[in-house]
């Protein structure tokens, strides 16, 4: 994959805003496998986001990462340096991209919202396909039932022997990681489920904070672990209910 190199100068003669649906993109070949990746440019926490769009293919296995976050607000907009032009993106995908960006060295990612053409409908099918296609094979329930069951259990087996206490645990922060709105996105299941932990590396960012996809599938092996051990344990008579139970009722929130 090569980039056309990044203007040194920005002149008024040379940048205009354009809107996503406004940007001239250079056509896919349809009857490949190729795509758009994205060039995030190497800046300070306070320059601008700067960005180049490149053709590759699928077929070629390109190294990238791709992003998968939350669209936002569509009238909340902020704007970013795509090649000469200033393209509009949600704040949302602002935060992620400033979030990303490394100081020293250029990082390629795919993004929906800027790699594919939002306004052509046939370009969106296709590129729906390709996604698929890189997704890989799908993970069958037994292999997550083995993933949450086994390690979480032999997890809360160590932790109980060292001195582990529920009720010591910070539930309400854990309950309102897992109540955001971007949990309830169809493809953020698909893309928690369709791989393997140790085929597909996977970093979660949250504000300051971020923890690899084994992380994420141990805590919810021990959650779910605890779920089985709290609802042998509930009173009914008080309707007093055990952690992790008691903090979620608690919320109103239902289940996370």
């Given amino acids: 994959m090569s980039l056309p190199d990044f203007p040194d100068k920005e002149s008024p003669n040379q940048i205009k805003i354009i809107h996503p649906k406004d940007y001239d993109y250079s056509p896919l070949d349809p009857g490949s496998s190729e795509f758009r990746l994205l060039e995030l440019i190497p800046g300070l926490e306070d320059e601008e986001i700067r960005c ?5 293919a699928l077929d070629n296995n390109p190294s990238y990462e791709a992003l998968s976050y939350l669209w936002g607000d569509q009238q909340d907009r902020r704007q970013i340096l795509l090649g000469e032009a200033r393209f509009s993106v949600t704040s949302n995908l602002h935060a992620a991209l400033r979030r990303l960006r490394d100081p ?29 296609k890189a997704l890989g094979r799908l993970l069958t329930h037994a292999d997550l039932d083995e993933i949450y069951r086994v390690e979480g259990e032999n997890l809360l087996s160590r932790l109980n022997r060292v001195g582990f206490r529920t009720t010591e645990m910070p539930w309400d922060a854990l309950w309102a990681f897992f109540e955001q709105p971007y949990w309830s996105r169809v493809w953020v299941i698909q893309e928690l489920a369709v791989r393997g932990i140790e085929t597909w590396p996977c970093t979660f960012y949250c504000g300051t904070s971020r923890f690899d ?15 089985l051990q709290s609802g042998k344990m509930i009173d009914f008579a008080t309707g007093e209910m055990p952690e992790p139970l008691g903090s979620m009722f608690r919320r109103n929130s239902g289940h996370p």
Wanted: charged share 20%.
């Fill in 52 to 56: 180049m769009l490149a053709h590759s």
């Fill in 213 to 227: 996809m084994r992380e994420y599938a141990l805590t919810c092996g021990v959650v779910v672990q605890l779920f």
């Fill in 104 to 132: 020293r060295h250029s990082r390629t990612l795919w993004v929906d919202a800027i790699c594919i053409n939002q306004s052509d409908n046939d370009e969106k099918t296709m590129q729906a396909v390709n996604i698929i």
